[in-house]
């Protein structure tokens, strides 16, 4: 396995609970929470914009239903 370049999401915090993403060659994404790092999700990019748009529809969801 290459290694891989780690970037940590400009939304972590200094401290704990930072999410952590690399680009793979075969143009795969990584992405690891820095609390677990050898717990890794393997997802495409559809995939993770897919994801990012459910977890914001449900934020906005949850917001909108206070």
């Known amino acids: 396995m290459p290694t891989l ?3 940590k999401s400009s ?3 200094e401290a ?4 952590n993403v690399a680009a793979m060659p075969d143009g795969t ?5 820095s609390d677990e790092p050898d717990r890794i999700l ?3 990019r559809a995939g993770l914009s ?5 977890v914001k ?3 906005a ?3 909108g239903s206070s």
Do not use: G, I
């Not at 897919?50 to 459910?54: E, G």
């Open 50 to 54: 897919t994801l990012l748009a459910t």
């Open 57 to 59: 529809e449900s934020r």
């Open 29 to 33: 994404l990584r992405l690891r929470e």
């Open 61 to 63: 969801a949850s917001h």
């Open 42 to 44: 393997v997802v495409n």
């Open 11 to 13: 939304f972590s915090a």
């Open 5 to 7: 370049n780690w970037q």
């Open 16 to 19: 704990a609970n930072c999410v």
